[in-house]
């Protein structure tokens, strides 16, 4: 990943919690009450992560280096500086702002209106960088000047940009998530923390599936799949719609019949064994549109995740759970049917590590969520890969997938056609086109 990657990523995560904040205006407008907490959450983020980080980090490397090489940097450049200089003290009037409106003290409509004017000028400047500065940076930047650039945002051991500190903002980012208003995040009333899992080593191969082949009747839907995940790797698999990506997933786990090929797992040939005893030796699977069960209690939900575990480590597991989804653990009574699609989604992810898994199957994870918490599911993930989790992702936003994934395959018509590393697949001519919209 180079460092323009990782701006257009942060841009991505900051163009999210501003359509989240534009939406959370319209519901004040309409008498909704002001959730300080919520936009508290919010302000952290963009102080801690924007102003104090990721600006900074431009001015100091990106816009620096670009006003030495194009002279027709300057005119875009001195603008945008100028809104990095005054964006902590824009900041810091909006939250009186909020404070005043959860007290009584300012109206609803005119809070709405502020909070529409700060998100119009982050998107703006969001959209100047993009179509601006970025490409002139591509156009104009030297192969020293990039080395330079990439050390200084890829540096892991930096206060600023470093491993330490993007997992503080992957905190931050999960508390904006789960305070956020049900309607656009999981409408908790608590925060909790993205539960670290124990190290794995990334030695030895985890599942080996060679000439996958199944069947929809004469319909052969899978057409020789052959891949391997390792322990600990992260693997996305990529493809259009109808490429055989759910059914890939559904004969892993045993549900959809296999006609020919072997699947391996932990080194032991699983092709013939039932889908109840792969899920015991550790494959458990989040399915595409959650499947939770609707009548059950969350609780229940998360116990029939466990329920090849002994029975002494399942309440342990459950707080574990509870601790990176408070939500849940405030509904735990409630049946799982009235949660909201994001809740929904972090219940089936839930149930799916009461099982313990040693390999984690995610079909579709983002599939029909709002923005928010299209990242927050990123965060999650995040969370198990960097734990040593081994999963294997289907996932219908490509680029998200791929930026995260230590590998990739792409799925067409039921046969693989590309694999590389996730970054290979993203800088793919084919694949941007094709799947990235680029």
């Known amino acids: 990943m180079d460092a323009l990657t990782l701006i257009s990523q942060d841009h991505s ?68 500086q100028v809104e990095h200089r005054e964006g902590p003290a824009k900041l810091a009037a909006l939250r009186a702002q909020v404070a005043a409106a959860a007290q009584g003290q300012l109206p609803g409509g005119q809070l709405a209106t502020a ?48 491993d330490k ?21 999981l409408g908790s009333r608590s925060v909790g923390t993205l539960q670290p899992l124990p190290d794995r080593s990334k030695a030895e191969v985890q599942l080996l599936v060679q000439g996958m082949e199944s069947c929809y009747g004469r319909i052969k839907a899978l057409k020789g799949i052959s891949l391997e995940v390792r322990r600990g790797e992260t693997v996305a698999l990529v493809g259009a719609n109808g490429a055989g990506k759910t059914t890939f997933l559904r004969t892993l786990s045993g549900v959809q019949p296999m006609s020919a090929g072997s699947i391996h797992f932990k080194g032991q040939d699983i092709s013939k064994l039932r889908s ?89 994870p983002s599939m029909g969520l709002a923005p928010l918490l299209v990242e927050e599911v990123f965060n999650v993930i995040r969370m198990l890969k960097s734990k040593g989790m081994t999963i294997l992702l289907v996932e219908q936003n490509a680029f998200a997938a791929l930026a995260i994934a230590d590998r990739g395959y792409v799925l067409e018509t039921g046969n693989v056609t590309l694999t590389g590393t996730g970054q290979e697949l993203i800088n793919n001519e084919q694949v941007r086109a094709a799947y990235l919209g680029m």
């Open 115 to 162: 909070l529409r004017d700060y998100t119009t000028g982050l998107k703006a400047h969001i959209g100047t960088e993009e179509k601006s500065v970025l490409p002139l940076a591509r156009s104009a930047l030297l192969a020293t000047d990039w080395t330079e650039i990439n050390q200084a945002f890829l540096n892991n051991a930096d206060p600023v940009f470093g």
């Open 13 to 80: 995560n900051l163009w999210r919690l501003a359509t989240t904040v534009d939406h959370v205006a319209s519901e004040i407008e309409s008498g909704a009450p002001v959730e300080q907490p919520f936009f508290n959450a919010v302000f952290d983020y963009i102080e801690q992560f924007v102003d104090r980080s990721h600006h900074p980090k431009e001015d100091d490397y990106l816009f620096r280096l670009l006003r030495l090489r194009s002279p027709e940097a300057a005119a875009v450049l001195d603008n945008l």
């Open 165 to 185: 500190a993007r997992e503080e903002f992957r905190q931050l980012y999960h508390r904006v998530a789960s305070l956020a208003p049900e309607s656009v995040g």
């Open 276 to 364: 109840d005893k792969r899920m015991r030796m550790g494959i458990c699977q989040s399915p595409e549109g959650r499947q939770v069960f609707g009548p059950l209690s969350i609780e229940d939900n998360l116990r029939l995740g466990a329920y090849t575990q002994p029975r002494d480590q399942v309440e342990g597991d459950m707080e574990k759970i509870f601790t990176m989804f408070p939500i849940l653990k405030e509904k735990r009574a409630l049946p799982a049917g009235t949660l909201s699609g994001g809740q929904q989604q972090m219940l089936a992810i839930g149930r799916a590590l009461m099982g313990r898994p040693s390999l984690l199957l995610l079909d579709e």
